[in-house]
């Protein structure tokens, strides 16, 4: 097989080289499905000359024969199979052998999400002829430069500290990215002011003075005193106590989740971004597994109490929570 970058394979697509497999990998879906449509529109694919499959419904059989048909008055026949990650074992033999020795008739464009062992049979099976493309996962300084790349492309500028708010509201998500520039670009309305920090969070319905992650990225370095400080700030902000209790649990539960996942080998069935993976995995190696258990146990007894009128200070029992947890 040959192993391409994504560039690479567009620029063949542009071209209209045709390969009897293309195998697109990784997590950052929304590039896979950018790259798909660039190849439909090189080809200038038409409904007789295109079949999709998903690959938990997809008839093998059906879908092989189909890539052995040659196209009807076009360059190309393609044939794209989305989630093949997910086939059963079966199924996935019989692709398997397929790709070893493919027909040359349609260009067969399969799409693996995730690492599973029909992946990783698929991937294997691969003919020398066949292109291997990974699209890696947004992390770190690209995600905050893919944010810049499509605020630009938005007409809009914007500041180092709103680019990345951006990145880190969207965990690196190229679809979410997306999503939360265009409803900037929406908010603006042809504005030529620069971006800041404030117009990212009055776009995704935050309060103007306070960033979402602050509480959170308190209580996950075990900073109390912090998130005490954020939390009586929500809190004068209009968020009920009982609101605050559910945060807490879900950021105490999120950090168990990839702290047992991790230990038991499946972090991949998480289904986060890698990056935003090991940011949490960074964090939760501040606690151990038996401490964020109580702790999420502790959360609801608050919340239960905060929900029964106890006659204790909501703001009070939210402060020790925190402290109980970050200590």
């Known amino acids: 097989m040959n192993n391409l970058s994504p560039e690479n394979i567009i620029e063949e697509w542009a071209l ?22 660039k190849l439909l529109a090189s080809f200038e694919i038409d409904a007789f000359n295109f079949s999709q499959y998903d690959a938990e419904t997809a008839d093998m059989t059906d879908l ?28 996935a033999a019989e692709l398997a052998a397929y790709v070893k020795e493919p027909s040359e008739a349609a260009m067969l464009v399969i799409l693996l999400d995730k690492k599973t062992d029909s992946a990783e049979l698929i991937i294997e099976s691969l003919h020398p002829s066949s292109a291997l493309v990974h699209f890696a996962p947004l992390e770190g300084a690209g995600a905050v430069m893919y944010a810049k790349t499509l ?13 990345q708010l951006l990145a880190e509201m969207s965990a690196s998500d190229a679809a979410t ?6 409803k900037l670009s929406a908010l603006r309305h042809g504005s030529k002011k620069q971006l800041e920090a404030e117009d990212v969070l009055e776009s995704a ?20 005193p912090l998130a005490s400080d954020i939390a009586e700030k929500m809190m004068s902000e209009g968020v009920e106590p009982v609101g605050m209790a559910v ?18 080998g499946q972090g991949d069935a998480l289904g986060m971004n890698p990056g935003y993976y090991r940011r949490l995995m960074d964090a ?31 703001k009070l029992l939210i402060k020790q929570l925190i402290f109980e947890i970050t200590r």
Not at 64 to 89: H, Q, V, W, Y
Not at 151 to 163: D, F, H, P
Not at 205 to 224: C, D, H, I, V, Y
Request: hydrophobic share 40%; aromatic share 4%; with cysteine.
């Open 16 to 37: 209209k080289k045709t390969r009897p497999v293309c195998c697109l990998t990784g997590e950052e879906r929304s590039f896979k499905d950018d790259a798909v449509n």
């Open 64 to 91: 092989i024969s189909a890539a052995m048909t040659p196209g009807l008055m076009a360059d190309t026949r393609i044939i794209l199979l989305k989630g093949a990650e997910k086939l059963r074992k079966e199924p």
């Open 151 to 163: 605020v630009e492309k938005a007409g809009m500028r914007a500041s180092a500290e709103a680019l």
């Open 177 to 182: 990215l997306k999503q939360e520039v265009s």
């Open 205 to 224: 319905g935050f309060s103007r003075t306070l960033n979402p992650f602050e509480f959170s990225n308190a209580m996950q370095a075990k900073n109390g």
């Open 247 to 264: 945060n807490i649990a879900y950021i105490v539960e999120k950090l168990l989740k990839v702290k047992t996942a991790a230990a038991a």
């Open 284 to 314: 939760a190696s501040g606690f151990t597994a038996e401490k964020l258990s109580r702790s999420l146990t502790r959360c609801l007894e608050v919340e239960s109490m905060l929900k029964s009128s106890s006659g204790r200070d909501p």
